[in-house]
């Protein structure tokens, strides 16, 4: 999406601990919207685009590896990412879809080895759910926007630190009563 003259452009970066067992339990980063946002003075957001950068501050040019699992053994394994942009904090990663109210947008990143590691044949595939322009005008908000982020089975990066970059594009705005109702509105489980 090009950038509207009063766009702003929101950038943060978040740290999550990768276990021995290569799993992150669902934890939330916040970007601070403080600066943007405030009801009492019926100032929001409208945000356009969201995008996310898995990092691993490990590897020598600092990119997420292409293949999550290490591959030392025979049969199938996986490997998942789940990362999104919320306004609200779900308790269960597996009640995030991208028709759970507030939910703005998902990624999921999901590896899998099919056969011995010796004949493997491995599938990646990146699943986008939502869409990068989030609306011409713009998905409101009135608050901080959480990051969610979840992994299974990483092995790949076990007991590591690992990064996950955020870009938001958003355009400062005066809030109405409607659009308050419409946040409401959409707040509300289908």
Same mark, same amino acid.
């Given at each position: 999406?090009?950038?509207?003259?009063?766009?702003?452009?929101?950038?943060?970066? /978040?740290?999550?601990?990768?276990?021995? *067992?290569?799993?992150? @339990?669902?934890?939330?980063?916040?970007?601070?919207? =403080?600066? %943007?946002?405030?009801?009492?003075?019926?100032?929001?957001?409208?945000?356009?685009?969201?995008?996310?950068?898995?990092?691993?501050?490990?590897?020598?040019?600092?990119?997420?590896?292409?293949?999550?699992?290490?591959?030392?053994?025979?049969?199938?394994?996986?490997?998942?990412?789940?990362?999104?942009?919320?306004?609200?904090?779900?308790?269960?990663?597996?009640?995030?879809?991208?028709?759970?109210?507030?939910?703005?947008?998902? /990624?999921?990143?999901?590896?899998?080895? *099919?056969?011995?590691? @010796?004949?493997?044949?491995?599938?990646?595939?990146? =699943?986008? %759910?939502?869409?990068?322009?989030?609306?011409?005008?713009?998905?409101?908000?009135?608050?901080?926007?959480?990051?969610?982020?979840?992994?299974?089975?990483?092995?790949?990066?076990?007991?590591?630190?690992?990064?996950?970059?955020?870009?938001?594009?958003?355009?400062?705005?005066?809030?109405?009563?409607?659009?308050?109702?419409?946040?409401?509105?959409?707040?509300?489980?289908?």
């Amino acid at each position: 999406m090009a950038k509207g003259s009063s766009d702003v452009i929101l950038r943060d970066r /978040l740290q999550f601990e990768i276990d021995p *067992l290569g799993n992150t @339990s669902l934890v939330y980063g916040r970007v601070d919207m =403080s600066d %943007y946002v405030n009801i009492v003075e019926n100032r929001g957001l409208a945000i356009k685009e969201i995008r996310f950068q898995p990092r691993a501050p490990t590897s020598a040019l600092g990119d997420w590896p292409q293949w999550m699992i290490d591959f030392t053994t025979a049969g199938a394994e996986s490997a998942n990412l789940k990362i999104f942009a919320t306004t609200t904090a779900y308790e269960n990663v597996a009640d995030v879809g991208i028709g759970s109210p507030n939910v703005l947008c998902i /990624l999921n990143r999901q590896c899998t080895q *099919l056969l011995p590691a @010796s004949s493997s044949s491995n599938v990646t595939e990146w =699943s986008w %759910y939502g869409t990068p322009d989030l609306h011409p005008d713009g998905y409101d908000v009135v608050t901080d926007l959480l990051i969610g982020v979840s992994a299974n089975g990483v092995t790949r990066l076990p007991a590591t630190t690992v990064e996950l970059d955020i870009m938001i594009i958003a355009e400062p705005k005066k809030i109405t009563q409607r659009d308050m109702t419409q946040m409401l509105t959409q707040a509300q489980d289908l």
